[in-house]
């Protein structure tokens, strides 16, 4: 039977349309409400090679923010050698550390403490 615009779909059809949708307006709303984690370096060198920071669940789902401040110290071959919490939100400190440690920097003459902050943000994307 037509309808009155002249086209006909079949219940099942409109239902399976209607499933495909939704799917895939799901989908482009958990990607847009995820997490972004900024991360900022000072220092002598140049960072080279980025991580990403993992946001933790809990603070997702309470809908905290924060901000990390770690010192780094490099090794001439810019791996991170050694972490030191300045200070920051509890709740991202070891995934703040954990990151910052798996940097790397450009390579360098000589060992240098580089500053380290990383702003964690609720349900935006980089």
């Known amino acids: ?13 409109r239902r399976l349309a209607a499933l495909i949708l939704s799917i895939t307006l799901g989908a482009l709303l958990a990607l847009s409400i995820g997490s972004a984690q900024t991360i900022k370096a000072t220092g002598e060198r140049k960072v080279i090679s980025r991580v990403a920071v993992t946001y933790p669940k809990l603070a997702q789902q309470m809908r905290l923010r924060g901000t990390v401040k770690v ?18 939100s509890p709740v991202f400190v ?5 990151a910052v440690s798996l940097l790397k920097w450009e390579p360098g003459p000589k ?3 580089e500053i380290v902050e990383i702003d964690f943000v609720p349900g935006v994307r980089q």
Do not use: F, Q
């Open 1 to 13: 039977m037509a309808s009155s615009r002249g086209h006909y779909w079949p219940g099942g059809v």
């Open 71 to 88: 010192r780094a110290t490099v090794a001439p071959t810019g791996k991170v050698a050694k972490t030191e919490l300045i200070g920051g």
């Open 94 to 98: 070891p995934y703040a550390l954990n």
């Open 111 to 113: 060992e240098t403490t």
